[in-house]
């Protein structure tokens, strides 16, 4: 089943996609408030067989939505935890030079960062050195602690494609990546959860990233250093995970960064992340709006770091 986030005539909802257009199952009387809050009732008893019988239940009474009517959010547009991978893909790990990790490099976004299909991402005005990151996402179903990498995996809930947009200069400004990931409205999400059972054997599937029509990546998912079920094991031996929560798994080899010249994003751009069964997310891109006394200019230091 596809899991959806959405905004329609001002209302937050969230439902299931079908052929014929979006169910609104968060419309209807005694739902969940959100997708993130709706988990954990998917969770039973297993989530590699998710017990989807109260949404498909809602489905035909649920108000039929177009899609092209709705505006897309984040599947989950208010996850307590949002945690990248670094360098995590064999191809961009070579691509860089470096050696591979021992552990997983990892490292937060916030939900502000992100929006979902069909949404603009923004340029900053900070840095023009905007690149492109398709990933696939795991989105946390059943909560845990201290999970067996054999569990790992019956606490996912779905999958989605994402794009880990980075401000690259940014990025580099000290060891820790998170000023170059943080910016608002740099990456995206979505453009749906797909559930496990319908997702599949996801090391099988291909991602592949396109800047205005023009393949960037392509991958098999199997291509990751720490598969996804290692990465829940991992992180959950360091802090509970939660309905709702996302891993975005790392990117794969062919970034903008490293071709020659680089390649970034700009305005007019349009950026698809599309992975097999889990469909297309896609993004424009825009000039962040000037504001009153800018500082820094246009790849400027920061204040701070000239002293």
């Known amino acids: 089943m596809k899991l959806v986030s959405f905004v329609s005539r001002g209302r937050a909802s969230w439902g299931a996609v079908t052929p014929e257009g979006i169910r609104d199952v968060g419309a209807m009387p005694g ?24 949404i498909a239940a809602a489905l035909d009474a649920a108000p039929l939505l177009p899609l092209a009517s709705v505006s897309l959010l984040p599947p989950i547009p208010d996850p307590a935890k949002i945690l990248c991978v670094g360098l995590n893909y064999k191809s961009h790990i070579a691509e860089t030079g470096r050696e591979a990790p021992r552990y997983p490099m990892l490292f937060p976004r916030y939900p502000d960062s ?17 690149d492109f990151e398709g990933e696939l996402a795991v989105v946390i ?3 845990g602690r201290h999970i067996a990498v054999a569990d790992a995996l019956g606490h996912v809930a779905g999958y989605a494609c994402f794009n880990d947009g980075s401000i690259r200069d940014w990025q580099r400004h000290t ?18 959860l797909v559930t496990v059972d319908e997702a599949g054997d996801i090391g099988a599937l291909h991602l592949e990233t396109r800047l205005n029509g023009e393949v960037m990546q392509r991958a098999r998912l199997d291509d990751l250093l720490f598969p996804a079920a290692e990465l829940i094991a991992y992180i959950s031996t360091m802090a509970p995970l939660q309905p709702g929560d996302v891993i975005a798994t790392g990117t794969t080899g062919g970034v903008g960064l490293f071709r020659d010249p680089p390649v970034w994003m700009k305005p007019g751009d349009t950026i698809t992340v599309e992975i097999e069964r889990l469909g297309t997310l896609a993004n424009t891109i825009i000039d962040e709006e000037p504001g009153i006394d800018e500082e820094p200019g246009i790849d400027e230091e920061p204040a701070i770091a000239r002293g």
Not at 114 to 130: C, D, E, T
Not at 182 to 192: D, E
């Open 141 to 143: 179903g059943k909560a």
């Open 31 to 54: 739902a969940a408030s959100s997708l993130k809050a709706a988990l954990p009732d998917l969770s039973a008893p297993d989530l590699s067989a998710p017990d989807l019988s109260a």
């Open 114 to 130: 992100l929006v979902g299909s069909g949404a603009a991402l923004v340029r900053p005005s900070a840095s023009h050195n905007f």
């Open 175 to 192: 060891t820790q990546f998170l000023p170059g990931k943080n910016f608002a409205h740099s990456g995206s999400f979505g453009p749906w």
